[in-house]
């Protein structure tokens, strides 16, 4: 059975996220009773009780609303990692290379970024690293992934002694102002793609940083595979399940028994997750069409036959369904950014 969290199941250590939240809404002269409203939290937060997602989106939405400010979500990026989740954080701090650091945050996701989860794909001279929604949050979704680019561009920049040629693709129109973008993340920027990820040329993965340590992070990467695991969130878990089963054309049904559900139990988790069963297996076909299109060069007729369509004309037609564009001029877009 595959495992999981809710979003509103108590599983985040108070002290951890919600308490960098809620001490920078603190510093930034906010009021307790407007950051902690609606939260749940009663009229403080408790650093040893766990806190659900949910609270912690509420928070964060409290915090954001409350500063009214545009630099507040970088901000709260360059305090996120390596945080202090133990043997998981340590293991990020004695990274060796670039590679080692997004294998370690992608492994132990659930703990270092519980709102968001990392993946990294590599192919030809490129790496990859892209978010997806761990426990839904469409309202939050820009705030939250410049917070977690933010992260992991300030923490490479501190193990790493210099500031990488990160490139940034998001899946959202432009804002009015990129100003904060400029100053946190540089300028390749590219909006209105389909995913939010972060683009690096492959041949920084692998070069040795000077504060890394191979011994330690390998001790400390053994240390939190020993600690209780921290199930990820349910659209996390889902994403997995359906990335690797997408060419078996997965059902409701079939990943409901998996999950441990009812198909109309798992609909209500969706639904209360602010989505549904379609849109994401939708989202992961868009994902791995994207993939396709770029690491391995198909054509649209190939890339219907991987995904199990029955022609092209049917997938040319499905993916302009999910992404609002048809593949030709989304093809010329991603080799303009990649």
Same mark, same amino acid.
């Given at each position: 059975?595959? +495992?999981?969290? !809710?979003?509103?199941?108590?599983?985040?250590?108070?002290?951890?996220?919600?308490?960098?939240? #809620?001490?920078?809404?603190?510093?930034?002269?906010?009021?307790?009773?407007?950051?902690?409203?609606?939260?749940?939290?009663?009229?403080?937060?408790?650093?040893? =009780?766990? &806190?659900?997602?949910?609270?912690?989106?509420?928070?964060?939405?409290?915090?954001?609303?409350? #500063?009214?400010?545009?630099?507040?979500?970088?901000?709260?990026?360059? %305090?996120?990692?390596?945080?202090?989740?133990?043997?998981?954080?340590?293991?990020?701090?004695?990274?060796?290379?670039?590679?080692?650091?997004?294998?370690?945050?992608?492994? $132990?996701?659930?703990?270092?970024?519980?709102?968001?989860?990392?993946? #990294?794909?590599?192919?030809?001279? &490129?790496?990859?690293?892209?978010? *997806?929604?761990?426990?839904?949050?469409?309202?939050?979704?820009? +705030?939250?992934?410049?917070?977690?680019?933010?992260? &992991? &561009? =300030?923490?490479?920049?501190?193990?790493?002694?210099?500031?990488?040629? $990160?490139? /940034?693709?998001?899946?959202?129109?432009?804002?009015?102002?990129?100003?904060?973008?400029?100053?946190?993340?540089? @300028?390749?920027?590219?909006?209105?793609? %389909?995913?939010?990820?972060?683009?690096?040329?492959?041949?920084?993965?692998?070069?040795?940083?000077?504060?890394?340590?191979?011994?330690?992070?390998?001790?400390? %990467?053994?240390?939190?595979? !020993?600690?209780?695991?921290?199930?990820?969130?349910?659209? =996390?878990?889902?994403?997995?399940?359906?990335?690797?089963?997408?060419?078996?054309?997965?059902?409701?049904?079939?990943?409901?028994?998996?999950?441990?559900? @009812?198909? +109309?139990?798992?609909?209500?988790?969706?639904?209360?997750?602010?989505?549904? /069963?379609?849109?994401?297996?939708?989202? *992961?076909?868009?994902? *791995?069409?994207?993939?396709?299109?770029?690491?391995?060069? #198909?054509?649209?007729?190939?890339?219907?036959?991987?995904?199990? /369509?029955?022609?092209?004309?049917?997938?040319?037609?499905?993916?302009?369904? $999910?992404?609002?564009?048809?593949?030709?001029?989304?093809?010329? !877009?991603?080799?303009?950014?990649?």
């Amino acid at each position: 059975m595959i +495992a999981w969290c !809710a979003a509103a199941d108590p599983a985040i250590p108070g002290y951890l996220q919600p308490a960098l939240v #809620l001490e920078y809404g603190r510093a930034a002269d906010a009021d307790d009773a407007v950051l902690l409203r609606d939260t749940g939290l009663a009229d403080a937060l408790d650093p040893a =009780a766990p &806190v659900s997602a949910s609270q912690l989106l509420r928070l964060l939405a409290n915090t954001l609303r409350a #500063l009214e400010s545009p630099d507040t979500s970088f901000m709260l990026g360059q %305090q996120l990692l390596p945080g202090h989740d133990g043997a998981a954080s340590h293991a990020l701090v004695q990274a060796s290379t670039l590679r080692a650091l997004l294998e370690t945050l992608c492994r $132990w996701h659930a703990r270092l970024t519980p709102l968001l989860r990392p993946r #990294l794909e590599t192919w030809g001279d &490129v790496a990859l690293l892209y978010w *997806v929604d761990s426990h839904g949050a469409p309202g939050l979704r820009p +705030a939250l992934v410049e917070m977690h680019m933010t992260a &992991v &561009v =300030a923490l490479c920049r501190w193990l790493g002694g210099e500031r990488l040629p $990160w490139r /940034f693709c998001f899946n959202r129109a432009a804002p009015r102002h990129v100003e904060q973008h400029h100053v946190h993340l540089g @300028s390749a920027l590219r909006f209105d793609c %389909q995913l939010d990820a972060m683009l690096i040329d492959a041949a920084w993965l692998d070069r040795p940083w000077p504060r890394g340590n191979g011994v330690a992070a390998g001790l400390a %990467q053994a240390a939190a595979a !020993a600690e209780s695991e921290r199930p990820p969130g349910l659209l =996390a878990a889902l994403y997995d399940y359906l990335l690797e089963r997408v060419r078996a054309a997965p059902t409701l049904e079939r990943t409901a028994h998996d999950f441990g559900a @009812s198909p +109309a139990t798992l609909k209500r988790q969706l639904l209360r997750h602010h989505t549904h /069963f379609q849109a994401e297996l939708d989202q *992961v076909r868009t994902h *791995v069409a994207l993939w396709l299109f770029q690491a391995r060069r #198909l054509d649209n007729e190939a890339a219907a036959a991987y995904l199990g /369509f029955h022609d092209a004309a049917n997938f040319r037609r499905s993916f302009k369904r $999910w992404t609002g564009i048809t593949p030709g001029p989304l093809r010329l !877009a991603l080799d303009a950014a990649l």
